[in-house]
């Protein structure tokens, strides 16, 4: 036996995977759940999050945040005392997540998204001011995407919005029952190009 290669072997720290060797993992695993094989481009974060209003912004909720592309981006706008609390339903994704991003305003919970009312409650508070989605609603198991929408409306404070990044426009569907003011645009700089919705709670 080798004791010289056991010694160094039991001396190497544990390796983080990189994000990216993360999130091709989470879409080969999950397809169904991960939009995408590849995370959301600089320019479509940036103008997702434009019309958040961070000022007024105490609790913002992420669903499917993968490796975390826009939980980052998100705590560097975030006030000192606001709280970002991010919702997957891959326990590999959130093991990342917490070990990974080290901020105290942040939550990476293991749960379902249509459950996001009782996890809000949870962790102190009475609404959300926004709600950002990047989960394929066209491609979500029946039923489920309708609950999430709904839920989104209720957990949402008046003037909120639920900020959804999608490949299918087929996610209005799921929005205009529960938002009567649907905000759209495009970004043709994201692998690929990604139809963009901001779902207002008037």
Request: hydrophobic letters at 40%; charged letters at 20%; one cysteine or more.
């Amino acid at each position: 036996m080798n004791t010289s290669s056991t010694t160094a072997s039991r001396r190497s720290p544990k390796r983080v995977p990189s994000p990216a060797g993360m999130f091709l993992r989470g879409f080969v695993k999950h397809p169904v759940m991960v939009g995408s094989v590849i995370p959301s481009s600089g320019k479509l974060i940036r103008k997702m999050l434009a019309p958040v209003d961070w000022a007024n912004t105490k609790v913002f909720v992420e669903y499917g945040p993968g490796v975390g592309t826009f939980c980052r981006p998100i705590l560097e706008r975030m006030a000192p005392d606001a709280q970002l609390i991010a919702i997957d339903t891959n326990p590999e994704f959130i093991d990342y997540l917490n070990g990974t991003i080290l901020d105290s305003r942040f939550s990476a919970v293991h749960a379902s998204a249509a459950d996001v009312v009782q996890i809000v409650a949870d962790h102190g508070h009475a609404h959300a001011d926004y709600v950002l989605s990047g989960l394929p609603f066209s491609t979500l198991p029946p039923g489920i995407g309708d609950k999430i929408a709904t839920a989104t409306a209720e957990v949402l404070r008046p003037g909120g919005a639920f900020l959804v990044y999608q490949f299918s426009p087929k996610v209005r569907d799921f929005l205009s029952p529960n938002f009567e003011r649907i905000d759209h645009d495009m970004e043709w700089w994201n692998v690929p190009p990604a139809q963009l919705y901001w779902a207002w709670k008037d």
